[in-house]
């Protein structure tokens, strides 16, 4: 295709030379231009596209070698489009560039009272700078140090602050109506674990077992699942549960049924707000550590005479986009978002403050995207649009960038890993692309690297915005293969 690309170019040449010759010369350049701007579909992507009842008017591509200019194949590429979780290479692409990615964020503890043979007379108080990769690991490991710090008693009470982030920046409603689903859970500048509790399924010969991979007292399970044999088929359909919270703790009742064919299965939901979930974990840890404490959680800023006992930081931002790409984090995508407006513009954050930052760094880069539309950066969103070319010419801009290396390893590697694992396992083209996926109802998209035959590296968007988007995946991989096979 870039043969022929630079075929048409000596061709435009020629006519412009013969221009003079031409009675009709601008009609002779409308027809040369339509031609050289539209590209038929493949084959393969049409017929795949037909046989589930996609029309091609509700799908774009955009395909480009990195070291081209010029489109190699470009369909309703100026189409302004919902992405869904795509829209994550926006959001960390621009993280990489700005923050750089030996970025870390921190977190810090202070005490508002002396310690007295290892008994803090006050308040502990803990500060979020909005790590979206704080797990229950460095929680353990911070009380650990404070512990070491000569802490083994908090007379007072846990004091969280969370200024960094907007104070009603958790406070809007769930993107549908699995409000307990894991990516549901609004971002914290205290964050820990997710906020997220997941729940392990197995069976045995006799019976289905439910338990919590980190657990908390305060969740009550109740196991009222059925064991049933047969394929596994989609156990997730299979499955209801009912969350019913009190005040300090909360009763998971699961039903349905579950066959042993599905070996460890994980289902994530959000049981606690940030604060509650955060404060169990506290009173769990500081207990298996040793220590002692009987006091309440109280949500507010740190004093100024308070006095810091140790931050910690976390992992570099370039280990932590790639949980955000390779499994599509929605929570740690807008925490990754209103972290760059905190850095960029000042606390308190804001996803509008966030989706400025976004635009002005694109801006910054003569990049003039009028279609796009943020409004948290993960792409759990209706409102959320950008064109397949945009997208596009952003990928290979970036591929040229410092970042690069960073950018493509936080990607999913096609039938290795991520969530393309279990695609294309027996093509060629397994191991040869990295890639981003998305999907919402009504949305399906990719985007990414490939790495064709020919050994160049191309860039490829598709983005489908359909009722039956779901069903596009064969058409996508026909794309993918399509590229791959480029001569």
């Known amino acids: 295709m870039l043969a022929v690309v630079d075929m048409l170019k000596g061709l435009f040449s020629l006519l412009f030379k013969l221009r003079g010759q031409f009675k009709s010369w601008p009609i002779v350049l409308f027809l040369f231009l339509s031609f050289s701007a539209r590209a038929e579909l493949p084959t393969a992507v049409v017929s795949a596209l037909e046989a589930v009842g996609i029309p091609e008017k509700d799908v774009a ?132 674990n997710g906020r997220s509790t997941s729940f392990k399924f197995n069976a045995t010969d006799t019976s289905v077992n439910i338990k919590q991979e980190f657990e908390l007292n305060e969740i009550q399970v109740v196991n009222n699942m059925k064991l049933v044999q047969g394929a596994c088929g989609e156990w997730r359909s299979r499955l209801g549960y009912v969350v019913k919270p009190n005040t300090s703790s909360a009763t998971v009742t699961f039903s349905g049924v579950f066959s042993p064919d599905c070996g460890e299965r994980y289902l994530e939901l959000s049981v606690f707000d940030d604060e509650k979930y955060a404060f169990y974990t506290f009173k769990k840890l500081w207990k298996e550590l040793g220590g002692r404490f009987s006091g309440q959680l109280k949500i507010q800023d740190t ?27 929605n929570l740690m995508a807008r925490q990754l978002l209103l972290t760059l407006a905190t850095e960029k513009l000042g606390a308190p954050a804001t996803e509008v403050d966030g989706a400025a930052v976004l635009k002005n760094w694109l801006a910054d880069q003569d990049s003039k995207f009028d279609e796009l539309v943020i409004e948290n950066g993960s792409g759990l969103s ?60 009504g949305v399906s998209a990719l985007a990414g690297y490939i790495l064709a035959a020919n050994n160049h590296r191309y860039v490829l968007v598709m983005l489908v915005n359909y009722p039956k988007a779901a069903i596009s995946k064969n058409a996508q991989d026909a794309l993918i293969e399509w590229v791959y096979q480029q001569p």
């Open 61 to 192: 591509i955009y395909v480009q070698a990195v070291e081209s200019n010029n489109p190699t194949l470009s369909h309703n590429a100026d189409k302004s489009m919902n992405p869904a979780s795509v829209m994550k290479l926006v959001t960390t692409n621009a993280a990489l560039t700005l923050l750089t990615p030996a970025y870390r964020w921190k977190t810090e503890v202070y005490r508002d009272a002396d310690v007295v043979n290892g008994v803090l007379q006050g308040n502990l108080i803990i500060k979020g700078y909005g790590d979206p990769s704080f797990k229950v690991q460095d929680f353990w490991r911070m009380l650990m140090n404070l512990q070491q710090a000569g802490i083994k008693e908090i007379k007072g009470d846990l004091i969280i602050d969370k200024s960094y982030f907007a104070k009603d920046i958790a406070h809007k409603k769930a993107f549908d109506d699995e409000i307990w689903r894991a990516y549901n859970a609004e971002p914290s500048a205290f964050l820990v």
């Open 303 to 329: 004093s100024m005479s308070a006095v810091q006992v140790l931050e910690q930081f976390s992992d570099p931002l370039a280990y932590v986009v790639r949980d955000i790409n390779k499994w599509s984090n």
């Open 382 to 441: 209706r409102m959320e649009r950008i064109s397949a070319e945009h997208l596009g010419k952003m990928l290979v801009s970036t591929y040229n960038s410092p970042v690069m290396p960073e950018f493509m390893a936080s990607l999913s590697i096609l039938a290795l890993d991520g969530t393309v694992k279990k695609r294309l396992n027996d093509s060629p083209s397994s191991g040869r692309a990295h890639l981003k996926t998305g999907s919402l109802d």
